[in-house]
């Protein structure tokens, strides 16, 4: 069982930067692969971002990349999630999420999920 805690989440103008943290608990963080997903206002949730279990393999999403940055501290059990430029079109909820399953690959697909956090709220202002 794993469970993740997101902080980090507010208010800020486009242009911004931001650095959302998920707290994992449980002794099996470092086996996971660790991604964040979004949620905008009347939109499905969408993949944003993972790292695969060892930190060797990151995938990005379009929208982000060269703006996001993702690392992990396995010895901390923390996730981040550094976000730069941002972007009116980045507000969203966003979520931290462990991978079901092992193996040292970076999983993009939401199913592949068994864990999430609770969700952290970014605005950015135009």
């Known amino acids: 069982q794993v469970q993740l805690v997101e902080s980090g989440g507010g208010l800020v103008q486009a242009g911004d930067s931001l650095r959302l943290s998920c707290a994992a608990s449980?002794?099996?963080?470092?086996?996971?692969?660790m991604a964040w997903f979004h949620q905008a206002p009347g939109k499905e949730r969408e993949f944003v971002v993972v790292?695969?279990?060892?930190?060797?393999?990151?995938v990005f999403a379009d929208s982000v990349k060269g703006r996001f940055t993702i690392f992990r501290d396995n010895t901390k059990n923390m996730l981040y999630l550094q976000m730069t430029n941002l972007k009116p079109e980045d507000t969203a909820v966003y979520y931290c999420?462990?991978?079901?399953?092992?193996?040292?690959?970076?999983?993009?697909?939401?199913?592949?999920?068994?864990?999430w956090g609770q969700g952290t709220q970014v605005t950015v202002s135009s």
């Open positions: 999420a462990a991978s079901g399953s092992g193996g040292d690959y970076a999983l993009i697909n939401e199913y592949e999920y068994a864990y």
């Open positions: 449980g002794r099996t963080f470092s086996s996971r692969a």
């Open positions: 790292i695969s279990r060892s930190g060797g393999s990151t």
